[in-house]
């Protein structure tokens, strides 16, 4: 059974970063695409962006430029990078993980491909 953990968010002002991490067990993280996805009140889950197979990895448009994703299999470990936030990336951000190998940058930003789920961690960015 895989196992996610978030972790690494927090209250930042507009402009400043965050680098949350998802801790991984139970499966070794090259065998495994992940994914990262966010909730706000009131709103539906949207997905962030993923890193699959070798060095996939895909964006949502709203992130592209600001948020970079990385894995670090030594540690099992993914990353998001958040640089620039804005009030608009305030969220829960949950990490998410299959053993399906994702190629395509569409099933990559597809919640439903992915069968595990971390608890997820707030992220609020004051204007």
């Known amino acids: 059974q895989v196992q996610l953990a978030e972790s690494g968010g927090g209250l930042v002002q507009a402009g400043g970063s965050l680098r949350l991490s998802c801790v991984v067990s139970?499966?070794?993280?090259?065998?495994?695409?992940m994914g990262w996805f966010r909730q706000a009140p009131g709103k539906e889950r949207e997905s962030v962006g993923g890193a699959a197979w070798q060095s996939i990895t895909a964006y949502a448009e709203s992130v592209k430029g600001r948020f970079t994703i990385s894995r670090d299999n030594a540690k099992n470990t993914v990353y998001l990078q958040m640089n620039s936030l804005k009030p608009e990336d305030t969220a829960v951000y949950y990490c998410a993980a299959t053993s399906r190998t994702l190629l395509a940058s569409r099933a990559i930003l597809q919640a439903t491909e992915y069968d595990y789920w971390g608890q997820g961690t707030q992220v609020t960015v004051s204007s």
């Open positions: 139970g499966r070794t993280l090259s065998n495994l695409s």
